[in-house]
T-cell receptor, first 111, second 113 residues
Framework: GEDVEQSLFLSVREGDSSVINCTYT??????LYWYKQEPGAGLQLLTY?????DMKQDQRLTVLLNKKDKHLSLRIADTQTGDSAIYFC???????????FGIGTKLQVIP | SAVISQKPSRDICQRGTSLTIQCQVD?????MFWYRQQPGQSLTLIAT?????????ESGFVIDKFPISRPNLTFSTLTVSNMSPEDSSIYLC??????????FGPGTRLLVL
C-alpha cells in the first residue's frame, strides 16, 4: 500500500539552509507535494513536482526527486523564523485523486 | 487556485451531539474531499464528496458516522454524528479543479468533551 515517511523534527539556525527529507513507497505516484502547516492554521500547498522531473525551484524552495530511490527532499534557503511550521510530504497518483500524507516534519528555526 | 472557506472554524461540543461542517469554494471544482487530522497526527482521507450522489468512503469510515452532502459544484457538508472525545480533530475539506492539484481549506477544529 501507500506509505510516506519523513523525520519528525528538524532544528536549524536562522539564515542556514533547511533540508527536509521524505521517502515514499508507491512507485505509481505521479504527483509529489510539500504542504506547510503553521500553528493553528490550515494546510498551505508550498510546491509540487511531477514524477518525471528531477528538480523544481521556486524562489527559496528547491525540491529534489530521486525516483529510483523514491526519495523527495525540500530545501529552504536562508531559513527565516517565519518558516517555522510543520512540513508535510505527500503523494498522489493523479492530481484529482486521494493524497497520502507523511506524518509531518516540525521545523524549528532558532534566531 | 481556489479560495476555500469552512464553517465553523472551531467548536467545542458535548459527547453524543452532532456537528455539521460546511465547505464553500469560490469557483466550480471537479472534486471535493474531506480529511481528518487527529492531534499530533497526519491527515487521513475520510471520503470523496460526489456531487448529486452518495459519498465514497475510505476504509474505516462509514456514512452513518460521517454523512456527507454535495448538492452542487461549490459546496459540501460533513456531519460528525454522535460525537465522542475520540472525534476531536481538525477536519479539512480539499478541492481539485480540472488539471490542477488539491487545495485545502483552513480546517475546522473540533473538541469533544
Amino acid at each position: 500500500g501507500e506509505d510516506v515517511e519523513q523525520s519528525l523534527f528538524l532544528s536549524v539556525r536562522e539564515g542556514d539552509s533547511s533540508v527536509i527529507n521524505c521517502t515514499y513507497t508507491d512507485s505509481s505516484s505521479t504527483y509529489l507535494y510539500w504542504y506547510k502547516q503553521e500553528p493553528g492554521a490550515g494546510l498551505q500547498l508550498l510546491t509540487y513536482i511531477f514524477s518525471n522531473m528531477d528538480m523544481k525551484q521556486d524562489q527559496r524552495l528547491t525540491v529534489l526527486l530521486n525516483k529510483k530511490d523514491k526519495h523527495l527532499s525540500l530545501r529552504i534557503a536562508d531559513t527565516q523564523t517565519g518558516d517555522s511550521a510543520i512540513y508535510f510530504c505527500a503523494e498522489s497518483m493523479r492530481g484529482y485523486q486521494k493524497v497520502t500524507f507523511g506524518i509531518g516534519t516540525k521545523l524549528q528555526v532558532i534566531p | 487556485s481556489a479560495v476555500i472557506s469552512q464553517k465553523p472554524s472551531r467548536d467545542i461540543c458535548q459527547r453524543g451531539t452532532s456537528l455539521t461542517i460546511q465547505c464553500q469554494v469560490d469557483s466550480q471544482v471537479t472534486m471535493m474531499f474531506w480529511y481528518r487530522q487527529q492531534p499530533g497526527q497526519s491527515l487521513t482521507l475520510i471520503a470523496t464528496a460526489n456531487q448529486g450522489s452518495e459519498a465514497t468512503y475510505e476504509s474505516g469510515f462509514v456514512i452513518d458516522k460521517f454523512p456527507i452532502s454535495r448538492p452542487n459544484l461549490t459546496f459540501s457538508t460533513l456531519t460528525v454524528s454522535n460525537m465522542s472525545p475520540e472525534d476531536s480533530s481538525i477536519y479539512l475539506c480539499s478541492v481539485v479543479k480540472i488539471q490542477e492539484t488539491q487545495y485545502f481549506g483552513p480546517g475546522t477544529r473540533l473538541l469533544v468533551l
